[in-house]
């Protein structure tokens, strides 16, 4: 169980609060001229976003859990070190890092005011050390760094998988991976080639391949552009449930779907990789209106 008074060492006064935040679950609050922004300890999980003149950023559920061994629905779910269904029976979707209570190392004060606020989480299986920075200014910077701290390579699948929130996502356009190859993945894989706009009429579970290109969410209800850049990143993963798939997941309200459309900087499926012993990656995504 996380101390909240110990953490208290990190807050800072005027802009950097640590509370305890829904389920009880220790959440560092960020309140600053630039933004206003959340993280969570449990899964390291950014869960607000809000840059100053601007509506809400980071889309979150009304219905989400926040409870110990469960994942957050909505913010940005860590996922490693596998994407999608595990391999292995009995184990979770998307991996350890979402269900995991990181301890945080770090929470500091930029010179131009952005709010850099660091987590780790050390794993025994597999022989991991994970440190999670999120720093919240007039963009939002998330990057993920893996090492590899044991003795045999490891399989990596991940993803920095965003919900960003939209005014209406049937009135969207994600432009920016014209003619990269993918999968349509709602049903059987199918294979697709991006258009120039990609828009979303029913349930969408979008794989890109081999691309680092940064996608732009051209919101009209809301009448503003999102910017999602990435590093560290071969596949991009645009969902959105659609209706009968939000009424199926308990932790997701019925009729919030239009509200959020997911642009993942990922390294899925084909996209995975190999960590040497020993071996870093770094995964980053960085957001912002333009
Ligand atoms: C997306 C996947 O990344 O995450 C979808 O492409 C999946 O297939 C979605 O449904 C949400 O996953 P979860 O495990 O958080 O419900």
């Known amino acids: 169980m996380t101390d909240l008074a110990a953490l208290q060492r990190f807050a800072v006064p005027g802009s950097v609060t640590i509370d305890a935040g829904c389920g009880g679950l220790p959440r560092v609050s960020i309140s600053t001229p630039l933004c206003r922004g ?15 003149g601007h509506a809400p950023v980071i889309w979150m559920s009304t219905q989400s859990w926040f409870a110990a061994g469960k994942p957050i629905r909505g913010g940005i779910p ?21 269900f995991a209570d990181w301890d945080l190392t770090s929470v500091a004060a ?33 990057t993920l760094d893996a090492r590899n701290t044991g003795t045999t390579a490891l399989a990596i699948g991940e993803a920095l998988h965003t919900y960003l929130a939209v ?7 994600v432009r920016g991976l014209a003619g990269v190859a993918g999968f349509d993945r709602v049903a059987q894989p199918i294979a697709l080639t991006a258009p120039e706009s990609i828009t979303v009429a029913a349930e969408t579970d979008l794989l890109f391949n081999a691309t680092e290109s940064a996608v732009t969410v ?13 590093s560290g990143s071969r596949s991009t993963v645009v969902w959105n449930p659609w209706i009968a798939k939000s009424a199926k997941m308990p932790d997701f309200g019925d009729h919030e779907w239009p509200g959020m459309l997911c642009v993942e900087a990922a390294n899925a499926l084909t996209d995975g990789y190999q960590l040497a012993p020993g071996a870093s990656h770094r995964l980053g995504t960085v957001i912002e209106v333009m």
């Open 38 to 52: 959340e993280i969570y300890l449990h899964g390291a999980h950014v869960t607000a976003w809000q840059p100053a």
């Open 78 to 98: 860590v996922c490693w070190p596998w994407f999608g269904p595990a391999a292995e029976a009995g184990k979770p979707a998307h991996g350890l890092a979402r």
């Open 110 to 142: 930029e010179a131009d005011g952005t709010v850099a606020v660091v987590l780790r989480l050390a794993l025994t299986a597999p022989a991991s050390e994970l440190i999670l920075t999120a720093r919240f200014g007039r963009r939002l910077e998330v």
């Open 167 to 173: 005014g209406d996502v049937r009135r969207v356009q």
């Open 218 to 230: 051209q919101d009209a209800a809301w009448n503003r552009t999102l910017r999602v850049a990435k």
